[in-house]
């Protein structure tokens, strides 16, 4: 069974900086990882989880409006870990972001995701 475990949240000022990482754990090889588009995600109480950013298998970047230009993905295919850099971070940048296969699979594969606060 696959599943993805994020981290790398926690509470930051308006402006500042975090990097989150995810990485793929179970029965994933290398090879599988870097063969699946990937994405974050990010869902606040009591709204549906949105995608924010995600990478195809060639490197490929895409970004919601609402983090173009601050938040940047990445992946490291023999480590199976995708990250996601967020920079001048505002408060309604708070979530639990998570990541995932894009498109993802209903249920399958979500971890417990990370918290990110941006708060003064």
């Known amino acids: 069974q696959v599943q993805f475990v994020e981290s790398g949240g926690g509470l930051v000022q308006p402006g500042g900086s975090l990097q989150l990482s995810c990485t793929a754990s179970?029965?994933?090889?290398?090879?599988?990882?870097?063969?699946?588009?990937m994405g974050w995600y990010r869902q606040v109480l009591g709204k549906q989880r949105e995608l924010v950013a995600s990478?195809?298998?060639?490197?490929?970047?895409n970004y919601a409006d609402s983090v173009k230009g601050r938040f940047t993905i990445s992946r490291t295919n023999v480590k199976k870990t995708v990250y996601l850099q967020m920079n001048s971070l505002k408060p309604e940048d708070t979530a639990v972001y998570y990541c995932?296969?894009?498109?993802?699979?209903?249920?399958?594969?979500w971890g417990q995701g990370t918290q990110v606060t941006v708060s003064s």
């Open positions: 990478i195809t298998i060639a490197g490929s970047t």
């Open positions: 179970g029965s994933i090889s290398i090879i599988s990882f870097s063969n699946y588009a």
């Open positions: 995932n296969i894009n498109p993802h699979r209903g249920d399958d594969y």
